[in-house]
């Protein structure tokens, strides 16, 4: 069966600090994969999609980027932290666009 | 413009009581429909999914949804909440690009 892990749970960093969060993928083979943030009281935002290694498209400019450097593995980083970053990220995968999604259990950012 | 509107920000029922909550889409083809449930702190589970066919879709843990085309909804019931129920509540829909578009939430309270 299939299963997403996604790490860390929890994260507290201070404004300027640089971020990576990973999430990974187990039991399937060319994944779609997608990066979303959810603010407090809202929805989720699209942040990142990939079709394939290498391939990310963004959908909001931001102070983050994502990268997949491993078929089934996908990372969201950024260089210098701003407080507004702060918010639950959360991964998930889908086998195709127009199937449903599979989400990791998030990470809660907090930015100090 | 593409959109997904829950108009229940909170709602509020008593265990046993029956459910609805609602959802409304904005596209003119037929859409990918989906209800997620997402506990606090903790990611996404699908309760159910529509792409086609009966408009009457049953899902996991009791839950069930109707399309209705006419009215562009995707309405989640139960017909007797259960205390563990309580949760965020969020709808999702596919649009032709690689973007799966999300509800607010809405944030179901169960009274003993």
């Known amino acids: 069966s299939q299963t997403i892990h996604q790490w860390p749970a929890t994260l507290v960093q201070p404004v300027g600090s640089p971020l990576s969060l990973e999430c990974t993928v187990e039991g399937t083979s060319n994944p779609n994969l997608y990066w979303y943030r959810q603010a407090a009281g809202r929805g989720l935002q699209l942040l990142f999609y990939s079709i394939g290694i290498g391939q990310i498209s963004s959908e909001v400019p931001q102070n983050l980027s994502a990268s997949r450097p491993q078929d089934r593995q996908f990372i969201l980083s950024s260089k210098k932290l701003l407080l507004s970053d702060s918010g639950f990220y959360l991964c998930?995968?889908?086998?195709?666009?127009?199937?449903?999604?599979?989400f990791g259990q998030g990470t809660r950012l907090t930015v100090v | 413009a593409q959109s997904v509107t829950q108009p229940d920000i909170h709602i509020t029922v008593s265990e046993g009581a029956s459910l609805e909550l609602r959802c409304n889409y904005s596209?003119?083809?037929?859409?990918?429909l989906f209800w997620y449930v997402q506990s606090p702190g903790q990611g996404l589970q699908l309760l159910l999914k529509?792409?086609?066919?009966?408009?009457l879709v049953q899902g996991i843990k009791g839950f069930e949804a109707e399309f209705k085309r006419s009215q562009s909804s995707f309405n989640l019931r139960k017909p007797s909440v259960h205390w563990s129920d309580a949760a965020e509540y969020f709808c999702?829909?596919?649009?032709?690009?690689?973007?799966?578009?999300f509800g607010a939430g809405t944030r179901l309270t169960v009274k003993p």
């Open positions: 596209y003119g083809a037929t859409p990918y």
């Open positions: 529509y792409f086609s066919g009966d408009t």
């Open positions: 998930a995968w889908s086998v195709r666009i127009h199937t449903e999604a599979f």
């Open positions: 999702a829909v596919w649009y032709n690009n690689n973007d799966m578009r």
